[in-house]
């Protein structure tokens, strides 16, 4: 069985970027922050997650704006605090909630039987009859191609392991006995509260910084707020 369509007027891949959250992580590092200024870090537009509407989010929150190119990213700096990765739900601290989720549908299905294998280079076969789910996200979509048999997305209410190497704008999930829909929603990272897979757990699969991975999404995917 192989189903592979284009879903027109659909928006296949997005960065959805949760302003509140912004604005209450500002809240929280200000109230922390005591007598001092707290002052967001928005380098790099504002980590991938848009320089204009993360400082009027975080300016409601409480915080200041200042350029820091010239400084180290977060930390005390005599009567400021600055507020980088904390600003942006970048780590599991429980006040704090993140602010980007990224997503992809589904653009395809295939069943293979064992010993066929999947993607460039064949870098992986099926070791017994298994269904797949082709995803529109790829490497020029800002999903490191590290994550090439490493990395899994929540799909159907479970995580799936990419098999195979990720390509431009694809890759292939593993789905065993299990089914998608052409359609269906895998999400990357999002919102840990609702059962989806954390930024820094995605980051440390493949070994690179939460901050890395929000800001290279940010500038590749189309952002939804």
Known sequence: MREVMTLPGSRIHSASIDLSAIRDNAAVLARRAG??????DVRADAYGHGLTAVTDAALDGGAFIRDLDFAASSGVHG???????????????????AAMRVSALVVG????????SVSYGYTWTASARTNLALVGIGYADGLDRIASNVGSLLLEGAARRIVGRVA?????????????????????FGDPLAGEPAVWDW?????????????????HLPRVY
């Open 79 to 97: 009567d400021f605090v600055s507020a980088g990765v904390a600003l942006y739900g970048l780590s599991s601290d429980p006040e704090l909630r």
């Open 203 to 219: 980051a440390g699969s493949l070994g690179r910084p939460s901050a890395e991975i929000v800001s290279v999404f940010g500038s």
């Open 35 to 40: 007598s001092r200024v707290l002052v967001a």
């Open 109 to 116: 299905t295939k069943t293979i039987d064992a010993g066929e």
């Open 168 to 188: 431009m704008n694809a890759l292939v999930l593993d789905l065993g006995s299990d089914r998608a829909a052409i359609g269906d929603e895998a999400v990357v």
